[in-house]
């Protein structure tokens, strides 16, 4: 998240409650799709005449809508039913990757309306700045005037450490190396006057899946994303786990043994890391040591589709899933998180093969009494990076954190008449 101006004080008032009780219900109506007053009373634990009081304030702000009456059960009065107005709230994702870039445009319900995109090696950033830049103002035409008016922010995912690990990627480090002392996000804010919402790209996919996937109905989750490299984040008590420099959840430097592939280069260390197993770099290198010519993903694809499967791809997913295991149990014995879901940028079934091998490798290697961590499929595939930046200005402007009570929520421009008040 790009710097802003914060509170302070210790404590709560009445307007964060309000604020934090508002955030509640909205997150109540993302997660039932919809509901009737006494069903966000139930969820949120308020009185019905506080419910009462703030639909009436979300709806004026254009954030909720009335769907119509229906009776739920055989006595009393028809119930009114809400849901979020999907049109009640815009924002902008850029994903930045080391092998290409897409700019998104969402609304208040997740759905994608525009976007953009660029499959290329990472330019240097300012080129990569005109050129997102541009996309966002074509965007902005496309979508029009009045959805622009109500666009809460952009929000920015990329891997923080754009120059590392080049060597274990196979990338050159010619213009990367740029990427080190740019502030992208503090660019991007100035080139579009726009406020910017910065996460890591594991972050910022785990809050997609928070707000619109498997997070409807699971507040506690570690979240693995493989792509390029390997991505991932901790979700806990529907907050997402930042840690003291923004990069909680940092699988891809777990240490691990080193892999008995013959195409894995030998760890510089006594260990190896997660990253070097596990990416779909690392899948490309492998492939290629087999003779197979591939170099985009789609072109992994359909590799992966053909009958028969080259054996290349089995091994590989076994010696992922084998260095995996020790990093998940680790990850999850600390945590005490029941649920893992994992994503990756291919299509293809490449995904629900690890995960059914992951599942059964975990269930095979958990320590006696200790139940297996519950392997899950991740809701978005290749979008969810896109999808997580898109997301980040509307998760800190309406989701129910906690910083919120607390008073040291950072402040954000209003939003219309939803003044973000913490």
């Given at each position: 998240?790009?710097?802003r101006?914060?509170?302070?004080?210790?404590?709560?008032?009445?307007?964060?409650?309000?604020?934090?009780?508002?955030?509640?219900?909205?997150?109540?109506?993302?997660?039932f799709?919809e509901?009737s007053?006494?069903d966000l009373?139930?969820?949120?634990?308020?009185?019905?005449?506080?419910?009462?009081?703030?639909t009436?304030?979300?709806?004026?702000?254009?954030?909720?809508?009335?769907?119509?009456?229906?009776?739920?059960?055989?006595?009393?009065?028809?119930?009114?039913?809400?849901?979020?107005?999907?049109?009640?709230?815009?924002?902008?994702?850029?994903?930045?990757?080391?092998?290409?870039?897409?700019?998104?445009?969402?609304?208040?319900?997740?759905?994608?309306?525009?976007?953009?995109s660029?499959?290329?090696?990472?330019?240097?950033p300012?080129?990569?700045?005109a050129?997102?830049?541009?996309?966002?103002?074509?965007?902005e035409?496309?979508?029009?005037?009045?959805?622009?008016e109500?666009?809460?922010?952009?929000?920015?995912?990329?891997p923080?450490h754009?120059?590392?690990?080049?060597?274990?990627?196979?990338?050159?480090?010619?213009?990367?190396?740029?990427?080190?002392?740019f502030?992208?996000?503090?660019?991007?804010?100035?080139?579009?006057?726009?406020p910017?919402?910065?996460e890591?790209?594991?972050?910022?996919?785990a809050i997609?899946?928070?707000?619109?996937?498997?997070?409807?109905?699971?507040?506690?989750?570690?979240?693995?994303?493989i792509?390029?490299a390997?991505?991932?984040?901790?979700?806990?008590?529907?907050?997402?786990?930042?840690?003291g420099?923004?990069?909680?959840?940092?699988?891809?430097?777990?240490?691990?043994?080193?892999?008995?592939?013959?195409?894995?280069?030998?760890?510089q260390?006594?260990?190896?890391?997660l990253?070097?197993?596990?990416?779909?770099?690392?899948?490309?290198r492998h492939?290629?040591?087999?003779?197979?010519?591939?170099d985009?993903?789609?072109?992994?694809?359909d590799?992966?589709?053909?009958a028969?499967?080259?054996v290349?791809?089995?091994?590989?997913?076994?010696?992922?899933?084998?260095?995996?295991?020790?990093?998940?149990?680790?990850?999850?014995a600390?945590?005490?998180?029941?649920?893992?879901?994992?994503?990756?940028?291919?299509?293809?079934?490449?995904?629900?093969?690890?995960v059914?091998?992951?599942?059964?490798?975990?269930?095979?290697a958990t320590?006696?009494?200790?139940?297996?961590?519950?392997v899950?499929?991740?809701?978005?595939?290749?979008?969810?990076?896109?999808?997580?930046?898109a997301?980040?200005?509307?998760?800190?402007?309406?989701?129910?954190r906690s910083?919120?009570?607390?008073?040291?929520?950072?402040?954000?421009?209003?939003?219309?008449?939803?003044?973000?008040?913490?």
């Open positions: 998240m790009s710097a101006k914060t509170r302070t004080g210790q404590g709560s008032n009445s307007a964060q409650v309000r604020l934090y009780n508002e955030r509640i219900v909205l997150q109540a109506l993302r997660r799709g509901a007053k006494a009373a139930r969820a949120a634990g308020l009185t019905n005449n506080a419910i009462g009081t703030i009436a304030y979300l709806g004026a702000a254009g954030l909720v809508v009335e769907l119509g009456k229906k009776r739920e059960g055989q006595r009393g009065q028809p119930a009114t039913m809400l849901a979020l107005a999907p049109e009640g709230a815009y924002s902008i994702g850029v994903r930045i990757d080391r092998v290409g870039c897409e700019t998104v445009c969402v609304d208040f319900g997740g759905h994608i309306l525009a976007s953009r660029h499959d290329t090696l990472l330019p240097p300012k080129d990569m700045l050129a997102v830049a541009g996309d966002i103002k074509s965007i035409r496309e979508i029009g005037p009045e959805r622009w109500r666009l809460a922010g952009i929000g920015l995912a990329q923080y754009l120059g590392s690990w080049l060597r274990e990627l196979e990338l050159p480090a010619s213009s990367f190396r740029l990427w080190d002392d502030d992208f996000c503090a660019a991007l804010e100035a080139e579009t006057g726009i910017v919402f910065l890591n790209d594991g972050n910022a996919a997609a899946e928070l707000f619109y996937g498997h997070g409807r109905a699971l507040s506690d989750f570690v979240y693995l994303f792509g390029g390997v991505g991932g984040g901790v979700v806990l008590d529907g907050d997402c786990l930042r840690g420099h923004g990069n909680a959840g940092d699988f891809a430097m777990m240490p691990v043994p080193a892999s008995t592939l013959p195409s894995v280069p030998r760890p260390r006594s260990f190896d890391v990253l070097t197993r596990t990416s779909l770099a690392g899948l490309k492939l290629r040591w087999h003779g197979h010519a591939v985009t993903l789609a072109e992994i694809g590799l992966f589709r053909r028969p499967r080259p290349a791809f089995d091994e590989w997913i076994d010696d992922a899933v084998a260095a995996f295991v020790p990093a998940i149990l680790a990850t999850t600390t945590l005490d998180v029941d649920h893992v879901i994992l994503e990756g940028d291919l299509d293809c079934g490449l995904i629900e093969a690890i059914e091998r992951l599942a059964a490798a975990l269930a095979a320590p006696e009494s200790v139940a297996a961590p519950t899950l499929d991740g809701s978005f595939r290749a979008r969810a990076g896109a999808l997580g930046a997301t980040l200005p509307l998760f800190f402007n309406f989701s129910p910083s919120i009570l607390t008073g040291t929520a950072p402040m954000f421009r209003e939003f219309r008449d939803y003044a973000v008040r913490a």
